[in-house]
């Protein structure tokens, strides 16, 4: 039998730490400056569903998408503006006074309510069970404007 | 899988790895009833691999896949749903082959190649989530995923390595 500890693990465990340390950096960099006209970009199963502005207080109820492990059964393709409310799968965004945040949600974990609320741009709240991702963007940022474009 | 019909489906082949499916499902179980939130899903310990990782260094990596496929699939059936079973099986798959392949170089010990196994899991796990949900910036949750996979790792590994010595 081997001893525990050898130098290969020791030196993949050194350029693990480095890695996560790295991306770290990297990734913190993205949640700095808030500019005024950041917005609310929701995504739901990789489409667009809606974007409203950060300084708009606005509570939404987002369907989940067809095809996900709840499908909706009333229906997925709705607008944002759509009146009828209280699907059996969704989740609720509220948007007040500058920060962002899940308050409810049809599924099982509840990861994203317990995220709390977001503020930053680049910063994100995900539900995995609906195919839900909450993003602030800034408006300049490229990628809003390449889908709405 | 080149042997012949015969090797492959032994008896004891068969029995070994219903043994140590059974027992991992345990394990799995065990888990998935104990109550914690850590905030990301994703984070656990995954006490269940101890039993993959005996079982790739005890009888190879055939048994090693079995007892792994069956565990993930049988235990996404019983409580982790269809979507749960579908991120075991990317992480299960990926670092069980990363596993493989560093135990195949020899230089490390039980404990680094669980520790790989864990990050593996974890980054196979965010890969499935990132497609599903088309969006890659849930790689936000990379770095979490990374230091939380390196200390579940070492635990396994640290557990696997004394009980495989135990064996002897």
């Given at each position: 039998?081997?001893?525990?500890?050898?130098?290969a693990?020791?030196?993949?465990?050194?350029?693990?730490?480095?890695?996560?340390?790295a991306?770290?950096?990297?990734?913190?960099?993205?949640?700095?400056?808030?500019?005024?006209?950041?917005?609310?970009?929701?995504?739901?199963?990789?489409?667009?569903?809606?974007?409203?502005?950060l300084?708009?207080?606005?509570?939404?109820?987002?369907?989940?998408?067809?095809?996900?492990?709840?499908?909706?059964?009333?229906?997925?393709?709705?607008?944002?503006?759509?009146?009828?409310?209280?699907?059996?799968?969704?989740?609720?965004?509220?948007?007040?006074?500058?920060?962002?945040?899940?308050?409810?949600?049809?599924?099982?974990?509840q990861?994203?309510?317990?995220?709390g609320?977001?503020?930053?741009?680049?910063?994100?709240?995900?539900c995995?069970?609906?195919?839900?991702?909450?993003t602030?963007?800034d408006?300049?940022?490229?990628?809003?404007?390449?889908?709405?474009? | 899988?080149?042997?012949?019909?015969?090797?492959?489906?032994?008896?004891?082949?068969?029995?070994?790895?219903?043994?140590?499916?059974?027992?991992?499902?345990?394990?799995?179980?065990?888990?998935?009833?104990?109550?914690?939130?850590?905030?990301?899903?994703?984070?656990?310990?995954?006490?269940?691999?101890?039993?993959?990782?005996?079982?790739?260094?005890?009888?190879?990596?055939?048994?090693?896949?079995?007892?792994?496929?069956?565990?993930v699939?049988?235990?996404?059936?019983?409580?982790?749903?269809?979507?749960?079973?579908?991120?075991?099986?990317?992480?299960?798959?990926i670092?069980?082959?990363?596993?493989?392949?560093?135990?195949k170089?020899?230089?490390?010990?039980?404990?680094?190649v669980?520790?790989?196994?864990?990050?593996?899991?974890?980054?196979?796990?965010?890969?499935?989530?990132?497609a599903?949900?088309?969006?890659?910036?849930?790689f936000?949750?990379?770095?979490?995923?990374?230091?939380?996979?390196?200390?579940?790792?070492?635990?396994?590994?640290?557990?696997?390595?004394?009980?495989?010595r135990?064996?002897?």
């Amino acid at each position: 039998m081997k001893q525990y500890i050898r130098k290969a693990d020791i030196i993949l465990l050194i350029a693990l730490i480095v890695l996560g340390l790295a991306s770290t950096a990297l990734l913190s960099r993205a949640g700095s400056a808030t500019s005024a006209d950041a917005m609310v970009v929701i995504r739901s199963g990789g489409e667009l569903f809606a974007s409203y502005p950060l300084d708009e207080d606005v509570e939404i109820e987002v369907p989940a998408p067809s095809g996900t492990e709840y499908d909706n059964p009333r229906g997925h393709a709705l607008s944002a503006d759509d009146e009828s409310t209280h699907y059996t799968y969704y989740n609720t965004v509220i948007i007040k006074g500058g920060e962002v945040s899940v308050s409810a949600s049809s599924c099982k974990n509840q990861v994203c309510v317990r995220h709390g609320a977001i503020s930053k741009s680049g910063q994100s709240i995900v539900c995995l069970p609906n195919r839900l991702i909450v993003t602030i963007e800034d408006k300049s940022g490229g990628e809003y404007d390449s889908i709405t474009s | 899988m080149t042997a012949s019909p015969r090797r492959n489906l032994s008896a004891s082949f068969i029995a070994r790895v219903a043994l140590m499916a059974a027992l991992a499902l345990i394990f799995s179980y065990i888990e998935a009833i104990i109550p914690y939130s850590p905030g990301v899903p994703g984070i656990k310990l995954g006490v269940a691999n101890i039993v993959t990782v005996i079982a790739l260094y005890r009888f190879g990596a055939r048994d090693a896949f079995a007892v792994s496929i069956i565990r993930v699939v049988i235990a996404g059936l019983l409580f982790n749903g269809l979507f749960g079973m579908l991120y075991s099986l990317a992480g299960a798959l990926i670092s069980l082959t990363g596993m493989i392949l560093l135990k195949k170089t020899d230089r490390f010990s039980v404990v680094g190649v669980s520790m790989a196994a864990g990050v593996l899991h974890n980054l196979g796990q965010l890969l499935v989530a990132s497609a599903l949900i088309s969006d890659l910036r849930i790689f936000f949750y990379f770095p979490v995923l990374l230091f939380s996979g390196i200390a579940a790792g070492i635990v396994v590994g640290i557990v696997a390595a004394t009980i495989l010595r135990t064996l002897r």
